[in-house]
C-alpha cells in the first residue's frame, strides 16, 4: 500500500497522478488544489478508468487527507509563460510554497517531498530551510528532466536503447545547467568516439556537443511555445523518483538537493548524482569533473546564490 499526495492539479500535477496510475506505483493518490472543483474534476476522471489499471483509490481532498503519505508532491505555483525564465518566477512561487508547508508538513510529517514546481533549486532550498523535515527527504526534481532530454536526443542520434547513454546534465534545473562531457559516454565508450566504433559500417552525424547543449537548454522553450506548457516528460520523471523511493533497491540519478561541501559548495540545492531509494537521497556520488566542469558548477551554483540573495524567505 503507497500514498501519494500531489498538491497543485494543473496539467503537471494531473498528469503525474494519472502516470502514477497507470504504472500502478501507487495504491491511493490525494489530490490537492487551491481550487477545489478542479481537482475533483481531475481525480474524478482518472478514477473513472481505474478498472483498466491496478486498484487504485483517486480522490481529492484537503492537507488532513494527505495523513499518512509515504510521498508528497508539490507542483502548486505560477506556470512558466513563453519567453520567462525558470528563475523569475522565484519570489511569487515561494510565496505559494510557503502557504502550503505550514498546512502538508504537519499532516504529513514522515513524508518524502518531491520539490518539482520551478525554480526547482531555489524551491527546495527554501523547502529546507523552512519546512523541518529531514533533508535526505526533500528532493528537488532538478535536472532528471534535463539528463532524460540529453538521453533521448543522443539515442536518436545513434539508434540506440536509452539505456545504454550514460550522461548526464549537473547544476541548475535551467540556463547555466551544463553537461559533463568527459565522464558521458554509450555503452562505456567516449560519447566522441562512439560512432567510430561501430563495426556496422553506418553513417551517423557528427556530434556536435554544442548543439547537444543548445537542445537540452532549449527543449522546455520549445515545448511551450509550441503548445503552452511541459508536462508529459517531467511527469514521467517525477513517477520514475516515486518509483525508485518506493523500492528497495538504490537508484542514481540527478535530482536537487543540499549540498554539504561537496566540490567545495556549501547551502545551496541543484543537481549532482544522488542515490536515491527506501532511505530518501541519502548520498551523493561525487563524479570525476575535469576543471572546466568544475569552473561550469560553480557557475551555476553562483547564479542560483544570486537568486537566494535576491529573494525573501
Known amino acids: 500500500m503507497n500514498k501519494i499526495t500531489i498538491i497543485g492539479t494543473g496539467s503537471v500535477g494531473s498528469t503525474i497522478a494519472y502516470t502514477l496510475c497507470i504504472n500502478g506505483t501507487a495504491s491511493e493518490i490525494v489530490m490537492i488544489d487551491i481550487n477545489g472543483e478542479k481537482a475533483k474534476g481531475e481525480a474524478l476522471d482518472i478514477r473513472q478508468g481505474t478498472p483498466f489499471c491496478n486498484p ?34 522565484a519570489q511569487t512561487n515561494i510565496d505559494v510554497l510557503k502557504i502550503i508547508t505550514k498546512k502538508i508538513v504537519s499532516a504529513a510529517p514522515d513524508a518524502t517531498y518531491i520539490i518539482v514546481s520551478n525554480p526547482v533549486d531555489i524551491l527546495t532550498y527554501a523547502f529546507c530551510k523552512y519546512s523541518g523535515i529531514p533533508e535526505e527527504r526533500i528532493i528537488g526534481s532538478g535536472t532528471i528532466l534535463d539528463t532524460a532530454r540529453l ?20 547544476g541548475e534545473h535551467g540556463d547555466s545547467s551544463f553537461i559533463p562531457w ?14 567510430k566504433s561501430i563495426s556496422s559500417g553506418d553513417v551517423y552525424p557528427e556530434l556536435s556537443k554544442n548543439d547537444i547543449e543548445e537542445y537540452v537548454h532549449t527543449s522546455g522553450a520549445v515545448v511551450i511555445e509550441r503548445k503552452g506548457a511541459t508536462f508529459y516528460a517531467v511527469s514521467m520523471s517525477v513517477c520514475y523518483i516515486c ?8 537508484t542514481t540519478m540527478t535530482v536537487s538537493t543540499m549540498l554539504h561541501g561537496e566540490y567545495g559548495l556549501y547551502d545551496i540545492c541543484l543537481s549532482l548524482l544522488n542515490v536515491v531509494g527506501s532511505r530518501g537521497a541519502h548520498s551523493k556520488i561525487l563524479l570525476p569533473l575535469n576543471d572546466q566542469e568544475i569552473r561550469a558548477l560553480y557557475k551555476s551554483a553562483g547564479n542560483l ?6 529573494i525573501k524567505l
Request: hydrophobic share 35%; glycine share 6%; with cysteine.
Open 243 to 250: 518509483k525508485c523511493l518506493l523500492s528497495g533497491i538504490d
Open 182 to 195: 568527459s565522464i558521458a559516454n554509450i555503452s562505456n565508450v567516449p560519447t566522441e568516439d562512439y560512432a
Open 305 to 310: 546564490r544570486s537568486v537566494i540573495n535576491s
Open 151 to 170: 538521453r533521448s536526443r543522443l539515442s536518436e542520434m545513434y539508434r540506440v536503447n536509452q539505456q545504454n547513454v550514460h550522461a548526464y546534465v549537473l
Open 56 to 89: 487504485c483509490s483517486v480522490y481529492a481532498g484537503n492537507y488532513e487527507d494527505a495523513k499518512g503519505s509515504d510521498i508528497v508532491i508539490i507542483t502548486a505555483g505560477v506556470a512558466r509563460k513563453p519567453g520567462q525564465s525558470r528563475l523569475d518566477l
